[in-house]
């Protein structure tokens, strides 16, 4: 019953989500698998399983990557990511995500009531640090989606490039975080049938959500993203205090 609650509906949940979205595959896994796992440990678990989502939808909208624009956000990225799970040892996580948390709530609360949120476009500056934080925090947490997403909102104005750019970015960085994590002797052997029956869920999960996301406009899809980005921050608060 604990494995069927805590895995399975959840990854089945995080597949519905990404498939719609782009993104928050990962932030349903860390709201259960901490309950069972270390932090560092559920975050492999999270990113291991999450790969084969991503591998799948990147394959699905491969004919609408813009390869120009992820090419050096997914190396900035991945250095970050690397450093950070190498490190992560010494990282007070529970402080991190907590200001993380607040962080994302505020960017939810802007991006769905201010009107000048709408055409948001991320200068340079601002870019670079939404992707050199999403680095640190994806090998922290296996949470780096909500920044990239954003960031690739405001490049992309159709629907299919943008979870074609998003899931290939999010493939790329992937494998980094995987191979890292499998050197640093985080990710072992043993995890193995947890993450096949992770995989077998979230697949499904994402079947079910290719069903319905082609009849939402990308309004819709913006809206409810944003609306995760908020959970998102609400749940790394709170995960502070349980």
């Known amino acids: 019953m604990n494995l069927l609650l805590f895995l399975i509906l959840p990854t089945f949940i995080a597949g519905l989500i990404q498939g ?42 491969r004919k609408y990557v813009n390869y120009k624009m992820i090419l050096l956000p997914s190396i900035i990225f991945s250095i970050f990511t690397y450093v950070s799970i190498a490190f992560a040892a010494d990282v007070n996580q529970e402080i991190l995500k907590m200001f993380f948390g607040i962080f994302l709530v505020a960017l939810s609360l802007y991006f769905l009531f201010s009107p000048s949120s709408q055409n948001y476009k991320p200068n340079r500056v601002v870019s670079l640090l939404f992707i050199i934080f999403s680095g640190i925090t994806n090998g922290l947490f296996s949470i780096g989606g909500p920044l ?70 990308a309004d819709t899809i913006r809206k409810t993203t944003y609306i995760l980005i908020g959970f998102s921050g609400i749940y790394n608060v709170l995960s502070t205090f349980i």
Do not use: C
């Open 20 to 61: 719609v979205t782009g993104f928050g595959a990962g932030i349903v896994m860390m709201m259960f698998l901490p309950f069972f796992f270390p932090v560092i440990e559920s975050a492999a678990l999270t990113g291991t399983i999450a790969f084969f989502i991503t591998t799948a939808m990147a394959y699905q909208y």
């Open 148 to 217: 990239m997403v954003i960031y690739f909102l405001s490049k992309t104005t159709k629907k299919e490039e943008y979870l074609g750019s998003v899931q290939t970015f999010f493939w790329i960085t992937s494998i980094v975080s995987l191979i890292s994590r499998i050197a640093n002797g985080v990710l072992i052997t043993d995890h193995l049938p947890l993450i096949l029956l992770g995989v077998v869920s979230i697949l499904f999960g994402l079947w079910i959500a290719n069903k319905v996301v082609d009849r939402l406009n």
